[in-house]
């Protein structure tokens, strides 16, 4: 029987004694991280593995090549030439977060769906969870800059951009031209091994204007897949393969790889705690809530993922 979201949230976090400790159950976990994994999002097409332990390793299954063997009738085609799957592990390490938010008595008192807007708030919490995931799982960095505005948010945890940085296959665009040019696709798809791709199941990975930077470049050229992604809105996609736009990616990068290869690890222990008691809740006449969980951010296969890097601006 499945756990309603509604349902997750008044287990956990409301109660009429005005403070709980919020945690989950194994069942009441899954559904949660349901709810923020969906596939109405990119973070959905990331792959998600849930475990009792904070650290450990997830396994994978390698990609080999020319494994098939010729079968030939009452003929053994196989001994001393056996295939053996590819397999291996990549280790991870969740992290503790926390998402801290409040509501005034007087607003839920004013509010039309009075108590019953505590469960529509608790859903606005998890959006931003998904939002804030998606975000820290690309763009996380544990050196960050102590001066950087979002130094608290960006070093809890490495990213798969930061990861990218060793062990797989980097394009520095400037290589190939000193403005942008769709030259960067082709080569991107050149230095993947030809093994990984499939243009059904990868992305190009950017933030928001690299892909306006694709489409003004098309305009600049006079072409009609420029002129209908102005007009129509129309997604058009270098080589047939579709583009997944990240919040705050970084600028002048590209990523091609397929989502499922990057996944974000989580435990079960999860709780969504709240409290109406206390000084500061007295005085101020408000109720606090905090979302506590964990997540790690791995890569299965950096050899199946291509970094375009140092992409120039449109020429003139």
């Given at each position: 029987?499945?756990?309603?979201?509604?349902?997750?949230?008044?287990?956990?976090?409301?109660?009429?004694?005005?403070?709980?400790?919020?945690?989950?159950?194994?069942?009441?976990?899954?559904?949660?991280?349901?709810?923020?994994?969906?596939?109405?999002?990119?973070?959905?097409?990331?792959?998600?593995?849930?475990?009792?332990?904070?650290?450990?390793?997830?396994?994978?299954?390698?990609?080999?090549?020319?494994?098939?063997?010729?079968?030939?009738?009452?003929?053994?085609?196989?001994?001393?030439?056996?295939?053996?799957?590819?397999?291996?592990?990549?280790?991870?390490?969740?992290?503790?977060?926390?998402?801290?938010?409040?509501?005034?008595?007087?607003?839920?008192?004013?509010?039309?769906?009075?108590?019953?807007?505590?469960?529509?708030?608790?859903?606005?919490?998890?959006?931003?969870?998904?939002?804030?995931?998606?975000?820290?799982?690309?763009?996380?960095?544990?050196?960050?800059?102590?001066?950087?505005?979002?130094?608290?948010?960006?070093?809890?945890?490495?990213?798969?951009?930061?990861?990218?940085?060793?062990?797989?296959?980097?394009?520095?665009?400037?290589?190939?031209?000193?403005?942008?040019?769709?030259?960067?696709?082709?080569?991107?798809?050149?230095?993947?091994?030809?093994?990984?791709?499939?243009?059904?199941?990868?992305?190009?990975?950017?933030?928001?204007?690299?892909?306006?930077?694709?489409?003004?470049?098309?305009?600049?050229?006079?072409?009609?897949?420029?002129?209908?992604?102005?007009?129509?809105?129309?997604?058009?996609?270098?080589?047939?393969?579709?583009w997944r736009i990240v919040p705050n990616f970084p600028d002048n990068k590209i990523i091609?790889?397929?989502?499922?290869?990057?996944?974000v690890v989580n435990t079960y222990d999860i709780s969504l705690r709240k409290?109406?008691?206390?000084?500061?809740?007295?005085?101020?006449?408000?109720?606090?809530?905090?979302?506590?969980?964990?997540?790690?951010?791995?890569?299965?296969?950096?050899?199946?993922?291509?970094?375009?890097?140092?992409?120039?601006?449109?020429?003139?």
């Amino acid at each position: 029987m499945s756990i309603s979201n509604g349902t997750i949230i008044e287990k956990a976090a409301v109660t009429t004694s005005g403070k709980t400790n919020g945690m989950l159950n194994p069942e009441q976990s899954k559904a949660f991280l349901n709810m923020i994994f969906d596939d109405s999002s990119f973070l959905g097409e990331l792959s998600h593995q849930t475990r009792t332990v904070t650290k450990g390793t997830i396994d994978k299954l390698g990609i080999g090549r020319r494994l098939l063997r010729a079968q030939v009738e009452a003929t053994d085609t196989l001994s001393g030439k056996g295939v053996e799957p590819v397999l291996g592990s990549v280790p991870y390490s969740c992290t503790d977060v926390v998402l801290g938010a409040e509501i005034s008595e007087k607003f839920l008192r004013e509010n039309i769906e009075q108590e019953g807007f505590e469960t529509k708030f608790m859903g606005m919490i998890a959006s931003q969870v998904k939002v804030d995931m998606l975000d820290l799982a690309f763009n996380g960095d544990t050196a960050v800059a102590t001066a950087d505005p979002d130094h608290d948010f960006l070093v809890i945890d490495d990213g798969i951009v930061k990861q990218l940085a060793t062990g797989s296959h980097i394009l520095d665009a400037t290589t190939i031209g000193t403005a942008f040019t769709d030259s960067i696709f082709t080569g991107a798809l050149r230095a993947l091994p030809s093994k990984y791709f499939n243009k059904d199941k990868f992305r190009w990975i950017a933030n928001n204007d690299m892909y306006i930077r694709w489409i003004e470049y098309l305009k600049k050229r006079n072409t009609a897949a420029g002129d209908m992604a102005i007009l129509n809105g129309t997604n058009i996609n270098p080589l047939n393969v579709e583009w997944r736009i990240v919040p705050n990616f970084p600028d002048n990068k590209i990523i091609l790889g397929d989502p499922s290869n990057f996944t974000v690890v989580n435990t079960y222990d999860i709780s969504l705690r709240k409290t109406t008691e206390g000084k500061e809740a007295v005085f101020r006449d408000m109720r606090f809530y905090a979302l506590h969980l964990n997540m790690d951010t791995i890569i299965l296969e950096k050899d199946a993922v291509v970094t375009i890097d140092k992409i120039p601006a449109i020429g003139a």
